[in-house]
C-alpha cells in the first residue's frame, strides 16, 4: 500500500508492467514461505498481483497454479511481446533478494528498513518487465458495431434491464468525441456522471497506440480508471471502495454524425465484502431518434468463484442499480438541456417490467400553495425548509 494504483506506466509503444509478488509464513518459527493462505487474504492467495493486492488482468491459468509459479504468470494482450526478462525491482526498504517484510499486509511501515524479518510473518517483492507493441499490430477488438460490443458472455450472467428512457437535447457526436478521444484529461460523460455520485481520486490509465481505433462503422475504444467510490450502507461494509473500470466503446457514425453509442462496462471492486467473488458489468446503449436520444441500459454479475451470499450479493446489487437508475436519467437530461441551452418539458422514463408500483396515498388537500411550494423545492439553495 502507498504505491500508485495504475500498475502499468504508459510509454509511447511500450508498457512497464509492475508486480508484486506476496508472501506468507504460518508462525514466526518456520522457515517455508507459501502464497497467502488466510481466509481474509482474499485475491493476495494468488501470490502475484497488482499494485492494489488484486489479481493482475493479465494473470493467465488458475489460482492454485499462480500460488504455485515461480515466475509472474503473465501473458500479454494480442499485439504485445516482452522485451526483456521479468526482473526483481530494487527498492529502498528491501532486505535480501528484493523482499520487504510485515506483520501483515495491510500495515502502512511494510518494507521499512528497520523491520526485522525474523520478527515478520508477511514479505512482498516487486517485479517489472516492459512489454513493446508489434509494429503494424493494435490491441485487437472485434469487427463491426454489434461484434464490437456483442462479445461472448459467460454462462451465468444474467441482464436485468434498469433504464429505458428518451433524454432530449443530448449531442450525442458531442459526447462520443470527447469519450474515444485518447486524452481523457478534459471532462467527458463517464468521468463527469462518476463525479456527480460523489466519486474520488479518478485516475485515467494513459491510453496507447490501439486502444482507440478507426473501423469501417465507426470508431472504437478501450479505456480504463482507477476510482474510490461511495458505498451505500450495508453491515461489514466499508464507507468507500477503491474500483478498476474498464470501458469497451464503440461508436457508429454517418458522414460524421454519431447514431449509435454501444458502452460495456466491467467494475472491479477491490475493498467491499466478498469483492474477489464477483465482479459487475453493464451494457448502456444511446440511440438517436426522431424524439431524443434512447438510452438503455442492462446489468449483471459475473461471479469468479462460489460463494454462500450470491443472492445476497445480487439482490442488493440490483437494488443499487435501480435506485441509481433515477439520478443517471436526471443527470443526462441536464447534461442535454445545458448543451442545447434550453430546459426540457419532460423525462420520460419507463420501469423496468419487474418494477411493481404499488399506490399507499390519494387525497384532496385544501389551501395548499402549489407555486410557493414548487419554487421552494426547486430553488438551488435548500437552506430554507420546504
Request: contains cysteine; proline residues 5%.
Amino acid at each position: 500500500r502507498g504505491e500508485p494504483r495504475s500498475e502499468v506506466a504508459a510509454r509511447g509503444q511500450a508498457r512497464t508492467v509492475e508486480l508484486y509478488e506476496l508472501q506468507r509464513r504460518y508462525t514466526l518459527f518456520h522457515q517455508t514461505w507459501e502464497a497467502p493462505f488466510l481466509p481474509h487474504d482474499g485475491p493476495k492467495q494468488w501470490r502475484w498481483v497488482d499494485m492494489a493486492y488484486q489479481k493482475h488482468a493479465w494473470t493467465q491459468g488458475e489460482q492454485e497454479a499462480s500460488a504455485r509459479a515461480e515466475s509472474p504468470p503473465i501473458a500479454a494482450p494480442s499485439g504485445w511481446l516482452a522485451a526483456g526478462k521479468w526482473e526483481v525491482a530494487a527498492s529502498d526498504g528491501a532486505h535480501t533478494d528484493g523482499w520487504e517484510y510485515a506483520v501483515d499486509f495491510c500495515v502502512e511501515h511494510l518494507g521499512c528498513p528497520s523491520v526485522m524479518p525474523e520478527l515478520c510473518l508477511c514479505r512482498r517483492r516487486k517485479w517489472t518487465c516492459t512489454f513493446e507493441q508489434v509494429a503494424g499490430r493494435t490491441l485487437e477488438l472485434p469487427s463491426g458495431m454489434e461484434a464490437a460490443i456483442e462479445e461472448v458472455e459467460p454462462v451465468d450472467i444474467d441482464f436485468a434491464q434498469v433504464v429505458d428512457a428518451r433524454i432530449l437535447g443530448l449531442d450525442m457526436t458531442k459526447e462520443a468525441n470527447l469519450f474515444l478521444a485518447e486524452d481523457w484529461s478534459a471532462s467527458n460523460l463517464f468521468l463527469d456522471h462518476l463525479a456527480a455520485i460523489g466519486a474520488t481520486e479518478i485516475e485515467v490509465v494513459p491510453a496507447v497506440a490501439g486502444d482507440v481505433t478507426q473501423r469501417a462503422m465507426g470508431r472504437c475504444a478501450k479505456r480504463q480508471i482507477t476510482v474510490r467510490l461511495l458505498v451505500p450502507p450495508a453491515p461489514m461494509a466499508p464507507k468507500t471502495t477503491r474500483a478498476t473500470i474498464t470501458f469497451l466503446i464503440a461508436a457508429q457514425e454517418k458522414d460524421g454524425v454519431v447514431q449509435k453509442v454501444c458502452v460495456k462496462t466491467d467494475w472491479v471492486m477491490h475493498d467491499i465484502p466478498y469483492c474477489d467473488c464477483f465482479s459487475s458489468r453493464e451494457r448502456l446503449t444511446l440511440e438517436a431518434s426522431a424524439d431524443g436520444i434512447v438510452v438503455t441500459k442492462g446489468f449483471g454479475l459475473i461471479f469468479s468463484k462460489r460463494t454462500f451470499v450470491k443472492a445476497l450479493i445480487e439482490s442488493s446489487s440490483l437494488a443499487a442499480q435501480k435506485a441509481n437508475a433515477g439520478p443517471l436519467v436526471e443527470f443526462l437530461q441536464k447534461r442535454g438541456s445545458g448543451q442545447s441551452g434550453e430546459g426540457s418539458d419532460d423525462v420520460v422514463v419507463e420501469e423496468p417490467a419487474n418494477i411493481e408500483v404499488i399506490q399507499v396515498v390519494s387525497a384532496t388537500i385544501k389551501g395548499f400553495d402549489l407555486n410557493k411550494e414548487a419554487d421552494l423545492l426547486l430553488a438551488e439553495d435548500w437552506s430554507a425548509s420546504n
